[in-house]
């Protein structure tokens, strides 16, 4: 994400299936053919493109977004594979769905001992309902969840990717 956002490019649909993960925990982006190129890095979008569960709130109100709204689609990602379950309650209605994203407080990772603290933090720094609150890419890369990665270190992203895996 973070060399399209340096591109000045919205993927826009981010969602598990357009994740791929390695044997080795690389992950790559797939599926570009709604991504937008923005003329720089302060001009916003106001499409209704997308898969909707994992469009951010100002997204689905039709309001302007920029690159943050891949941010929150990145954090429901990661939240949903840390836990198996995605963070809302799926309704037939569209409406609901809609209703409980927006009126319900921002999704966290459970403090119950099972997910580090910079895991959650890395979650909640990526699903607040308020983009300019949402930490950009640049800034996500230098979290701690994100820096534990090197060849030697079992507390990695890649070597969590690995374990979800049984890899």
């Not at 929150?72 to 379950?85: C, K, P, R, V």
């Not at 890419?137 to 060849?151: G, M, N, Q, R």
Request: hydrophobic share 35%; net charge negative; proline share 5%.
């Amino acid at each position: 994400m973070y060399f399209l956002h340096k591109k000045h490019q919205i993927h826009r649909d981010l969602k598990p299936g357009n994740v791929l993960i390695n044997s080795e925990g690389v992950v790559k982006l797939t599926d570009f053919g709604i991504s937008k190129t923005l003329e720089n890095s302060t001009e916003f979008c106001n499409s209704f493109v997308g898969t909707k569960n994992y469009m951010s709130p100002e997204r689905i109100l039709g309001k302007d977004y920029s690159y943050s709204s891949d941010v929150w689609s990145l954090g429901l990602i990661i939240f949903e594979l840390a836990t198996g379950q995605f963070p809302y309650v799926f309704s037939k209605y569209y409406i609901e769905h809609v209703d409980y994203i927006l009126n319900q407080p921002d999704p966290l990772l459970p403090d119950d001992g099972t997910f580090s603290y910079e895991l959650q933090d890395f979650i909640s720094r990526s699903l607040k309902k308020d983009p300019s609150e949402r930490d950009i890419v640049s800034d996500l890369l230098k979290h701690p969840w994100i820096t534990a990665v090197s060849p030697n270190d079992e507390k990695g992203v890649k070597m969590w990717l690995k374990e979800l895996y049984g890899k």
